[in-house]
Every structure is written in C-alpha cells, then in structure tokens.
C-alpha cells in the first residue's frame, strides 16, 4: 500500500444541504485524510475546462449548469491507495447502483446530482490537484 493523493469535489447538491461535514465524516471513518481544502463558486469557465473529457457526452451543458448553480467544496484527499479508496467511499456514479453505507447512497440525489466528485486515475488526480491547488496549500 502506497500514501496517495486524491481530488474531490463536494458538489452544489450536498453544500445546499449543509453535508459538508458528514461527508468528510466519511472520508475520515474510512482512512482518508483532508490535506487541503476551499469552498469556491465554480466560473462556467472553470466548470468547461474541468469537464473538458466529457465534451461529447449528451449530459455536458446539464454537468457544467449543475456544477456551477452554487458553491462547491475542492479537496485534497491522502491516504493508503486513496484513489482507488476514495472510489470506494463514494459509490457508484448512479446513486441507485451504489452500495450501502457509501457517500452517494446515502446523500446523492440523482446520477447527476451525486454529492461527490473524485478522480478516476493517480494521473487524473495529479492534474485535478494542479487545477485548482498550489502545493503551499496541500499540508500532509
Ligand atoms: P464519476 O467518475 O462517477 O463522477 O462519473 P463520470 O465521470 O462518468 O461522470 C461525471 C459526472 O457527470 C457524474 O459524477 C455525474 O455528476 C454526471 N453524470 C454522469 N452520467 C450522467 C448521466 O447519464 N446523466 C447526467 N445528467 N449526468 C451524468
């Protein structure tokens, strides 16, 4: 097992309903560490650079307007395999799928609206950490 870092997003859905604290709760119950954190309102600008891969995707326009209709909180996530755990922590993508006790079964309210972001692949968390992270703000 490798100390590893990931990214996460606490998504418009959860900040509206005050679960800012619950989900770290998890994320901390499970091993992982909050290294860095900020609250910010995502740019559309910023919510169309970050979803850049899933331009084509039929569900864009809808991510970038749901991303951007209120504040988000970026994170910094570090821990044991914390990418490959972090997935875990959170569920699947499609709240229905997920399993219990996991971030979106228990808060996400839609496959859009699903609480949580977290990056898919070391490399992905590497260059989400660079977009909205200097390495000041990251205290391990
Ligand atoms: P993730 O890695 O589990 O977040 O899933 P993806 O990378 O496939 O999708 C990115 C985000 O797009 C998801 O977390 C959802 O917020 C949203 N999303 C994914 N699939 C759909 C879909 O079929 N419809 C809509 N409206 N949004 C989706």
């Known amino acids: 097992m490798t100390k590893e870092r990931t990214f996460s997003i606490i998504k418009p859905d959860a900040t509206r309903r005050n679960l800012t604290g619950k989900i770290n709760a998890k994320f901390e119950e499970k091993g992982l560490r909050v290294v860095a954190q900020k609250r910010l309102h995502m740019t559309q600008e910023m919510a169309e650079r970050f979803y850049a891969v899933h331009k084509e995707r039929p569900f864009y326009k809808d991510l970038v307007k749901f991303m951007t209709?209120?504040?988000?909180?970026?994170?910094?996530?570090?821990?044991?395999?914390?990418?490959?755990?972090?997935?875990?922590?959170?569920?699947?993508?499609?709240?229905?799928?997920?399993?219990p006790g996991t971030i979106r079964k228990e808060f996400a309210e839609s496959i859009e609206a699903n609480s949580v972001h977290g990056s898919d692949s070391p490399e992905n968390a590497k260059n989400e950490i660079a977009f909205f992270f200097s390495e000041t703000e990251i205290v391990g």
Do not use: C, F, H, I
């Open 69 to 99: 209709s209120g504040p988000v909180v970026v994170q910094v996530l570090e821990g044991n395999d914390a990418v490959a755990l972090n997935r875990k922590v959170m569920g699947a993508t499609n709240p229905a799928n997920a399993e």
